[in-house]
C-alpha cells in the first residue's frame, strides 16, 4: 500500500524552504524541487510515498499552482518523482543509487565517503573471542528448542546484575532480552500506546524513536532542549506532564542522543512523580549509559525513584559493545516483561541464542572494555572538538561529558544545505532538522565522534570547504542525493 503525504505534513516538512542559504538566484520551483530532494537525500521524506496533488500543496504552501507544477516536473526530470494521470506522484531515487551494506540507499560513488550519519563504533576486539567462547557454551543449549522469548536465563541475570550494581535491585524476571533496543521501544510501544496516543518526547531526539512513535501512529508533543545547562528545563518539562498528561513520554537521560545532556538526579526524581500524577507512563532509554566520560559521576537509574511501575527502561548492548550484536533488553515489572513477552511471540518469538550468548561473555568482561571504550571516545571527541574550534570557530558547542556526539549550534539555520553540499565533498551528515518533527532546528548539526580521529579532523576539514561556499550564490546545484536512514 502506498503512503501518502498531505499537503500541510509536506508544508511543516519544508519549513523555511524558500529561505534555504545558496538559492538566491534560483526561481521559486526550482527551490522547492531541491527542499524536497532534500528530504528526500536526509531520509525525512521516505521513497515510495505519494506527494499531495499540485493545487492541496500549493495551498498549503500559499504559492501559486504553477510554481507547483513546474517543481514536480523539475523533479520528475531529475527522476525523483514518478507520475500517473489520475494516480498521483510518487517519490523515488534516480538510477545510479544502490542499497549499501547498511541497507542504506547510497550513491555508487562513495568509496571515500567518510560517514558521519551514524553514531556507533566499530566492533571492540573482545568481541571475537566473546563470539568464540559462546560457540563453545552453544552445546549446552543445542538439547532444546531454543525458543526463549525473555532470554536466557544468564543473559537476563547478567543484565539485571548491572542494575544491581548500578544500586537498582533487579531480578531476572524483571528482564526480557530483545533484538536490539530500538525493538524493545516498539515492543513497550505495542503494549503501551493505544493508536493515536498521545507521547512526550524531547526535542532533538534520537529520529529512529519518533520513527517508532510514527508507526505506531501517535500524537507527538516535544519538549525543547536548551544547548547549555543540563538541557532539561525542570519547570516546563513538568508543567508539560500536569498539563497535557500524554499516555507516554520517551527520555534519554543519560548523555541524550543528540545533545549529551545527563539529567540530574532531582530531576529524575521530580520527573518520576510528576508521570504518576499524570498517568504517563515513562520509557527511559538508557543506551548511553555505560559511556561517561571525564569521570562523570552518574546520578542513580530513573527506575530508582519509581514506586508505582510507571518507569521501562531499556538499554542494549550497541553503543558500549557492537550494534551488529542486535541484543537489547527491557527492564520492568515481572508481569509486564510476561505481558512484553506474549506480545513478542507474535512478532519475532525470541532472540537468538548464540548472539546471546556473546553478550554474555562480553558483559563479562565490562570493566575493561567499557573504559577502553572510554579512553578511545575522550581521544576522538577532543580531536573533533579541536578541529571544529580551529576550522569552524563560529559553531558553538557544548562538550558532552558522557555518550557519542556533540550538538553543534551553528552559524546560521544551513544545516541541510550544509549536509548536502558535505555530500558532495565525501561526508555524510545527517542534518538537525532529522532530530525534531518538522523542519526547525537548522540550526543544528549532530557530529558523531565514533570514528578515528583522523577521520573526524578529515571530516571537519572537508566540511569547512563547503561552508562558506553556501553563501555564494554562483555556487553549482547540488547534483545526487543520497538517502540515510
Ligand atoms: C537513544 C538510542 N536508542 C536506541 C538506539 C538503537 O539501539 P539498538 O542498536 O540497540 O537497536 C540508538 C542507536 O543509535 C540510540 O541512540
Known sequence: ???????????????????????R??????????????????????????????????EALKISRTTVTAAYRELRE??????????????????GHRVASSGLWTPTDDLDMIDLSCAALAA???????????????????????YHPIGIVELREAVAQGYA??????????????????????????????????????????????????????????????????GWDAELLLGSLRQTRPRMAYLIPEFQNPTGHLMPAELRERVVAAAHVAGTDLVVDESFVDLPLDGAELPPPTATFDRHSRVVSIGGMSKPYWGGLRIGWVRASAPQVQRLAAARVGVDMASPVLDQ??????????????????????????????????????WRVRVPRGGVTLWAELDGPISSALSRAAEEVGVRLAPGPRFGLDGTLERFLRLPFTLPAPELVDAVGRIASVRYDLDRASRPRWREPAVIA
Do not use: C, F, K
Not at 534560483?26 to 525525512?44: I, K, N, T
Not at 521516505?46 to 500543496?57: D, F, H, M, T, Y
Open 25 to 58: 538566484r534560483s526561481p521559486d520551483y526550482a527551490a522547492l524541487a531541491g527542499a524536497v530532494r532534500g528530504l528526500l537525500a536526509d531520509g525525512r521524506l521516505p521513497l515510495g510515498v505519494r506527494l499531495p496533488a499540485e493545487r492541496e500543496l500549493a
Open 165 to 230: 550494581d548500578r544500586g537498582l535491585p533487579t531480578s531476572p524476571e524483571q528482564i526480557m532480552v530483545t533484538s536490539g533496543t530500538q525493538h524493545a521501544l516498539d515492543l513497550v510501544l505495542r503494549l503501551g500506546l493505544p493508536p493515536g496516543g498521545s507521547v512526550l518526547v524531547e526535542s532533538p531526539t534520537y529520529p529512529n524513536a519518533l520513527a517508532a512513535l510514527a508507526a505506531r501512529r501517535a500524537r507527538i508533543a516535544t519538549h525543547g532542549l536548551a544547548l547549555d545547562g543540563t
Open 1 to 23: 500500500m502506498t503512503s501518502q503525504v498531505r499537503g500541510g505534513q509536506l508544508a511543516r516538512l519544508l519549513g523555511q524552504w524558500h529561505a534555504l542559504p545558496g538559492r
Open 78 to 95: 531529475s527522476g525523483h518523482l514518478a507520475s500517473r494521470r489520475g494516480a498521483g506522484s510518487w517519490t523515488m531515487l534516480p538510477g
Open 357 to 394: 550468548l556473546v553478550a554474555v561473555h562480553l558483559l563479562r568482561a565490562a570493566p575493561a572494555i567499557a573504559a577502553a571504550r572510554r579512553s578511545q571516545l575522550t581521544a576522538q571527541r577532543d580531536a573533533l572538538l579541536g578541529a571544529l574550534a580551529e576550522r569552524l570557530p563560529d
Open 124 to 146: 571492540p576486539p573482545e568481541l571475537i573471542h566473546a563470539a568464540r567462547a559462546a560457540a563453545e557454551d552453544l552445546p549446552r543449549y543445542l538439547g532444546g528448542a531454543g
